[in-house]
């Protein structure tokens, strides 16, 4: 399975943007795909994810209500659609896949066998 991100960018705090993952080799229909982000200095933290067959979504608590998940089965694409951002959400967004069964693992990025490159978001103040 290959991940490719996209939509990074510069927004000013309050704005908004749409990350995209678009992978190839495997169908999202078999994966559960996850975003993480790492800000400089920082470990690699769970945003958001869906569980294979999109009927089971997850959030990380600071960023419930403002992100949203989403896939494009069509296009076998993800997305991460972020609102009202904030300086703190300024990070390296990574999306990732995996096949874990274990509910209780779906936050924990060992759970996630394919990753991929990040893509940049920062938000100015």
């Known amino acids: 399975v290959q991940l490719q991100a996209s939509g990074g960018g510069l927004v000013q705090a309050g704005g908004s943007l749409r990350l995209s993952c678009a992978a190839s080799?495997?169908?999202?229909?078999?994966?559960?795909m996850g975003w993480f982000r790492q800000a400089p200095g920082k470990e690699r933290e769970f945003v958001a994810a869906f569980r294979r067959g999109g009927v089971a979504f997850y959030y990380s608590d600071s960023v419930k209500g403002r992100f949203t998940v989403s896939r494009d089965s069509a296009k076998n694409t993800a997305h991460l659609q972020m609102n009202s951002l904030k300086p703190e959400d300024t990070a390296l967004y990574y999306c990732?896949?995996?096949?874990?069964?274990?509910?209780?693992?779906?936050?924990?990025?060992?759970?996630?066998?394919?990753w991929g490159q990040g893509t940049l978001v920062t938000v100015s103040s």
């Open positions: 990732a896949a995996g096949t874990t069964q274990i509910t209780s693992t779906i936050r924990n990025p060992l759970a996630y066998s394919y």
């Open positions: 080799g495997r169908t999202f229909n078999s994966l559960n």
